[in-house]
């Protein structure tokens, strides 16, 4: 498998964003930039996450809605039909087939198993598998309708330890902000 085949985009509603753009006529990458505000990379990425999971197919350079992409843009977002179309796009994909195929089963994969699963099957760096293996998780999360607050965290994002006596640092009072980086 190549590692292109992998997508590279946690969050399904900024797939579902780059989707809306072709439905409302964007044809090319820098049309998309324009429309969504994502970056042209975030934007290419989140157009690949949609041709890997079949809601848009490419002619030439022109990115096309596919049925499946139709009927995620017929469905209103975030609503338990949005959430069943999402588990139906997931379930027929491919490539989450070939190396997640239990992504909606009753227990969630193991992150470790995952990330292995990927690198084995890719020429994905042990990093940037765990990477992926935390977006195909995302992905579960968001079709259950799972929080967040649920997810494991990646050891690269849990603070530091802190030496023996440091004092305490006030963390900060609002609510922590996920940014979507891939």
Same mark, same amino acid.
């Given at each position: 498998?190549?590692?292109?085949?992998?997508?590279?985009?946690?969050?399904?509603?900024?797939? $579902?964003?780059?989707?809306?753009? #072709?439905?409302?006529?964007?044809?090319?990458?820098?049309?998309?930039?324009?429309?969504?505000?994502? +970056?042209?990379? @975030? #934007? =290419?990425?989140?157009? @690949?996450?949609?041709? #890997?999971?079949?809601?848009?197919?490419?002619?030439?350079?022109?990115?096309?809605?596919?049925?499946?992409?139709?009927? !995620?843009?017929?469905?209103?977002?975030?609503?338990?039909?949005?959430?069943?179309?999402?588990?139906?796009?997931?379930?027929?994909?491919?490539? /989450? =087939?070939? /190396?997640?195929?239990?992504?909606?089963?009753?227990?969630?994969?193991?992150?470790?198993?995952?990330?292995?699963?990927?690198?084995?099957?890719?020429? !994905?760096?042990?990093?940037?598998?765990?990477?992926?293996? +935390?977006?195909?998780?995302?992905?579960?999360?968001? #079709?259950?309708?799972?929080?967040?607050?649920?997810?494991? $965290? @990646?050891?690269? +994002? =849990?603070?530091? %330890?802190?030496?023996?006596?440091?004092?305490?640092?006030?963390? %900060?009072? +609002?609510?922590?902000? =996920?940014?979507?980086?891939?």
């Amino acid at each position: 498998m190549q590692t292109l085949d992998i997508p590279q985009a946690n969050d399904l509603d900024t797939v $579902r964003r780059v989707v809306h753009a #072709v439905l409302r006529g964007c044809k090319t990458v820098e049309a998309i930039e324009d429309w969504t505000q994502f +970056s042209r990379r @975030h #934007v =290419q990425y989140r157009l @690949h996450a949609a041709r #890997v999971l079949g809601l848009v197919h490419m002619e030439g350079d022109e990115p096309l809605l596919t049925t499946m992409g139709e009927a !995620l843009m017929d469905c209103a977002k975030g609503t338990a039909e949005e959430r069943q179309l999402w588990a139906r796009v997931i379930e027929q994909c491919a490539v /989450v =087939q070939l /190396v997640a195929p239990d992504l909606l089963a009753r227990s969630a994969p193991d992150i470790e198993d995952l990330t292995e699963r990927l690198f084995k099957n890719s020429r !994905l760096g042990a990093e940037t598998a765990r990477r992926r293996a +935390s977006g195909l998780l995302a992905w579960r999360r968001h #079709v259950l309708g799972e929080s967040l607050e649920k997810a494991p $965290r @990646h050891p690269a +994002s =849990q603070p530091p %330890p802190k030496p023996h006596g440091a004092p305490e640092r006030p963390g %900060p009072t +609002s609510a922590a902000t =996920q940014l979507d980086l891939f």
